[in-house]
């Protein structure tokens, strides 16, 4: 599709678990970022890839958390020893280095962790 | 931790009526964005502003960056059912890297018909 694709859409773990999701950004884009949004609050900034690189990593709150990007296209972010505090719904975004702030969203990953 | 003060927290209003609400931050941001989030979905940007001082409108959304750099406004004219959903103010630092973005904590628009 056009736009940007998250899988799986629903994740159910229990605590302690690893997990891996998805992203595949639009076609083009060099810039993807995660963020995780908790219930009634706003996105909350994870990591920023421009190319393979992650540009900016400081919104990761531990080392359980870590994200690639290998071919500068999909990334998948992983999460270690799963913690209920970790369930939430993550949101991944592209854009393109042209007009900064302009991000597209793709549908989010909604993780529970039991 | 979040950094934007987004007002109001919930708004209920009638169909055709307009809706304003704000962001104010105590942090200097280079570029202001308005997005709008429904139940399930990703948030859908709906207006960026660059330019401190500037008025943007598209169709029956206008919105301004503050002169002070601090704060935004989003206005709704003649509103109707589709707008209800969840509006987020998000802004830019320009010392941050790339476009990272800090969001506001939403304004729940409801439209009663």
């Known amino acids: 599709g056009a736009g940007v694709s998250q899988t799986p859409s629903n994740k159910v773990t229990e605590k302690g678990k690893y997990v891996e999701l998805r992203c595949d950004p639009i076609?083009?884009?060099?810039?993807l970022y995660w963020y995780r949004q908790s219930l009634g609050q706003g996105p909350e900034f994870l990591i920023y890839?421009?190319?393979?690189?992650?540009?900016?990593d400081s919104g990761l709150p531990n080392d359980r958390f870590f994200a690639v990007r290998p071919e500068g296209s999909v990334s998948t972010l992983k999460i270690q020893r799963t913690e209920r505090g970790d369930s939430a719904v993550y949101l991944c975004?592209?854009?393109?280095?042209?007009?900064?702030?302009?991000?597209?969203f793709g549908e989010g990953s909604r993780l529970t962790v039991l | 931790g979040q950094q934007l003060n987004q007002s109001p927290q919930s708004m209920f209003i009638q169909e055709g009526e307009d809706v304003s609400m704000n962001c104010t931050s105590s942090?200097?941001?280079?570029?202001w964005l308005w997005y709008k989030q429904d139940p399930g979905e990703g948030p859908v940007l709906l207006i960026a502003?660059?330019?401190?001082?500037e008025l943007t409108s598209n169709g029956r959304l206008t919105a301004q960056f503050g002169i002070t750099r601090k704060d935004s406004f989003l206005n709704i004219s003649a509103s109707i059912p589709s707008d209800v959903g969840i509006y987020f103010c998000?802004?830019?630092?320009?010392?941050?890297?790339?476009?990272?973005?800090?969001f506001g904590e939403g304004t729940q628009l409801t439209v009663n018909p």
């Open positions: 975004a592209s854009s393109s280095s042209v007009r900064g702030g302009e991000l597209f």
């Open positions: 076609s083009g884009h060099t810039a």
């Open positions: 890839f421009q190319g393979t690189g992650a540009a900016d």
């Open positions: 942090s200097i941001f280079n570029t």
């Open positions: 502003l660059y330019k401190a001082g």
């Open positions: 998000a802004g830019q630092r320009i010392e941050t890297s790339g476009s990272r973005l800090t």
